[in-house]
């Protein structure tokens, strides 16, 4: 296992995501790497409740509402009321976002593409079949979406061992 969490860790750093600037920008537009997931999130997901988005990122309503509102101060994404249920807000995007992410897919197309060039074509589909199947594994397990800090799994620091 230490492999697998070693070779995770080396991506999440080779891939940026833990530089500061992505916190802060996402593929040169000023919006942050989560910022970049819920326009995303809500751009796949049609006309979403605030709720919807939330539990498909695994980000608590808190945390989220506030992103929500800097999303729409930014003009990027606007708020109305559901006509099934006036306490539900459901979510859309502004042009201006569909702008945003087109950079952002771009950027990131590119970058990806870079980076899977060096591949067979064999080794590119054994990267992606992985990738979906690590996410369904995480789905299944209910291990997606739950910081490894917080997990319930003790472990046994003599044996290296994990406990109930």
Do not use: W
């Not at 750093?13 to 997931?37: K, M, N, T, W």
């Not at 999130?41 to 608590?60: C, F, M, N, T, Y």
């Amino acid at each position: 296992m230490a492999d697998i969490r070693e070779q995770l860790q080396v991506f999440v750093r080779r891939f940026g995501l833990l530089q500061a600037a992505s916190c802060e920008e996402c593929c040169g537009q000023d919006v942050s790497l989560v910022q970049s997931h819920i326009l995303s999130a809500i751009r796949s997901l049609g006309k979403p409740s605030i709720q919807q988005v939330a539990g498909e990122l695994g980000i608590d309503i808190t945390t989220f509402s506030r992103q929500v509102k800097r999303l729409e101060a930014k003009g990027l994404i606007h708020r109305r009321v559901s006509p099934e249920d006036r306490r539900v807000s459901l979510l859309g995007l502004t042009d201006e976002a569909a702008g945003v992410l087109g950079q952002i897919d771009r950027v990131a197309g590119t970058r990806i593409e870079q980076i899977l060039s060096v591949l067979t074509p064999f080794e590119r589909d054994v990267v992606v079949g992985g990738l979906a199947r690590l996410n369904e594994a995480m789905t299944a397990t209910g291990s997606c979406c739950t910081p490894l800090y917080s997990c319930s799994v003790q472990v046994d620091a003599a044996n290296n061992e994990e406990k109930p």
